[in-house]
Antibody, heavy 119, light 107 residues
Framework: EVQLVEIGGGLVQSGGSLTLSCVGSGFSLGSHWMSWVRQAPGKGLEWVASIRQDGGETLYVDSVKGRFTVARDNAKNSVFLMMTSLRPEDTAMYYC????????????WGQGTLVTVSS | DIQLTQSPSFLSASVGDRVTITCRASQGINNYLAWYQQRPGKAPKLLIYTASTLQSGVPSRFSGSGSGTEFFLTINSLQPEDFVTYYCQQRKSYPITFGQGTRLEMK
């Protein structure tokens, strides 16, 4: 069974840093592009970042460029989101999601981890 | 960036009804559109991709259609578990974007 589990969320002050981890099981994470998608409380979904299978290509939404870094360790079936210079508007549930083949459609999602940035 | 606008944002219906949700793109996206269902407190679930392909395990009462800039999610014979929120998503170009969501409520 394919599973994604995110950990690392929590309460952090504005300007602080946090690293999220996503551990996959039931499949070879190294065979898939992976993404982070977030959802502010009561709001819609927002794509945040994606990383290619070998880690050689990364993509970010403009609002996090220069502040967030996505990385992966295929040997540990894990993907990471390193967040710095956090802002209150970064407060959201952060989901790790697997891409369906090479198509940017998300067929499996984790349960999410909540990041709260206080001002 | 490609903007996706869903209509309506809220939809009231009854069990057994047929409903259609529309997703309009700010520019042509061919058929690069997916639909997701999200239950409260849960992660989204993929329903349909490439505008009309049903994801494995999704009930056949869900269907998708459209191309270019206008897309539709139709749910036939609504079941109690269908009264949740639905999102469309485009993959034509980065940044990947989602519609604002449609909340389906029981009348």
């Amino acid at each position: 069974e394919v599973q994604l589990v995110e950990i690392g969320g929590g309460l952090v002050q504005s300007g602080g840093s946090l690293t999220l981890s996503c551990v996959g099981s039931g499949f070879s994470l190294g065979s898939h592009w992976m993404s982070w998608v977030r959802q502010a409380p009561g709001k819609g979904l927002e794509w945040v970042a994606s990383i290619r299978q070998d880690g050689g290509e990364t993509l970010y939404v403009d609002s996090v460029k220069g502040r967030f870094t996505v990385a992966r360790d295929n040997a540990k079936n894990s993907v990471f989101l390193m967040m710095t210079s956090l802002r209150p508007e970064d407060t959201a549930m952060y989901y790790c999601a697997r891409l369906l083949g090479d198509v940017t459609i998300y067929d499996y999602w984790g349960q999410g981890t909540l990041v709260t940035v206080s001002s | 960036d490609i903007q996706l606008t869903q209509s309506p944002s809220f939809l009231s219906a009854s069990v057994g009804d047929r409903v259609t949700i529309t997703c309009r793109a700010s520019q042509g996206i061919n058929n690069y559109l997916a639909w997701y269902q999200q239950r409260p407190g849960k992660a989204p679930k993929l329903l349909i991709y490439t505008a009309s392909t049903l994801q494995s395990g999704v009930p056949s009462r869900f269907s998708g259609s459209g191309s270019g800039t206008e897309f539709f999610l139709t749910i036939n014979s609504l079941q109690p578990e269908d009264f949740v929120t639905y999102y469309c998503q485009q993959r034509k170009s980065y940044p990947i974007t989602f519609g604002q969501g449609t909340r389906l409520e029981m009348k």
